[in-house]
């Protein structure tokens, strides 16, 4: 058995996952997230603040404790889009390095969606042509695999906070910031659905914070239960309906929805939107929601135990 700690550096937030490994399974695991935005304003300047990097090296440490307590042989660290495109990314690499002695693996668009597969795809059995989508904060990330084999994979940026940030100006949001947002997803979306439309598609599932932030809506969660969002199927009226609510609502009257996060009040329609954007592009009519994301793809990539 081998204990393993993971933890994804997101432009929303940052989340650790503690799991034991047994013959190539994940035998145990538990998760924790916290909202640090690393990501915030950078399409203004391109730049992270002093301030978001400390507060992700802060929240760096607290995963190491509790990696350390959990008894993990090993620490596996990996940043995806903000970071990515950050111009000053290598300060905060240093950072981390010098105040912590862990070494970020900052991945590439195309490394992102390959983790992101094959967290999803694990424990789905064979499955022809499976498509995954993860609209994380930065950047949108969509995969087409046979099995181990990716077909097609494409890493776009738009992401919840990017999208949010760049075109939602408005709380309850007027519909010329939406019809501002969706000529701005049918250019950058362009290329990768056109391909997609004429492949052949199996199951579709989302995983990322949008998705699990969708099925606990669905839920109408008091406590969030990973259990219960893992495998729910939406269909894409639900998230019609849903993104027709939070639009109609401002920022704090979101934050009596039911499963849905405070954090997440301000970013969650554009998420929602791109999501289902996504849906109707490609005429899907229900997505499957995974709990297993970029954190089991990490461990199963990166790790050496699998």
């Not at 993971?6 to 145990?28: Q, Y």
């Not at 998760?31 to 400390?54: C, F, N, P, W, Y």
């Amino acid at each position: 058995m081998s204990k393993i700690a993971a933890i994804d550096l997101g432009t929303n937030s940052i989340r650790l996952m503690l799991c034991e490994v047994v013959g190539g399974n994940f035998k145990r695991k538990t998760k924790e997230v916290i909202t640090t935005r690393i990501g915030k304003d950078m399409g203004h300047s391109s730049l992270l603040t002093e301030k978001a990097m400390q507060k992700n090296i802060e929240a760096i440490k607290y995963f190491m404790k509790k990696a350390e307590d959990f008894g993990a042989e090993r620490i596996t660290i990996a940043a995806t889009s903000a970071i990515r495109d950050a111009g000053n990314r290598e300060d905060f690499l240093e950072k981390v390095k010098n105040e912590t002695g862990l070494t970020i693996k900052v991945l590439d668009g195309e490394e992102e969606a390959a983790i992101g597969m094959f967290g999803a795809s694990y424990g789905l059995g064979k499955s022809e042509n499976l498509l995954v989508i993860d609209v994380g904060g930065g950047s949108t990330e969509l995969v087409l695999s046979e099995g181990e084999n990716i077909l097609y994979s494409a890493s776009i940026n738009a992401g919840a906070v990017r999208m949010t940030e760049k075109f939602i100006k408005t709380n309850p949001i007027h519909q010329s910031d939406i019809n501002a947002l969706e000529k701005n997803l049918d250019l950058l979306f362009r290329d990768a659905l056109s391909f997609l439309k004429n492949k052949k598609i199996g199951r579709i599932v989302a995983i990322g914070g949008t998705a699990t932030t969708a099925a606990s809506i669905f839920h109408q969660m008091k406590v969030y239960d990973w259990e219960i969002v893992h495998n729910t199927i939406l269909a894409r009226e639900f998230l019609n309906k849903i993104f027709e609510n939070l639009k109609a609502m401002s920022v704090k009257e979101r934050y009596v929805v039911k499963g849905l996060q405070k954090e997440r009040a301000d970013i969650i329609p554009a998420g929602i939107f791109i999501t289902k954007y996504i849906m109707e592009k490609l005429n899907a009519e229900e997505i499957i929601i995974s709990e297993n994301d970029n954190l089991e793809g990490m461990v199963i990539k990166y790790s050496g135990v699998f």
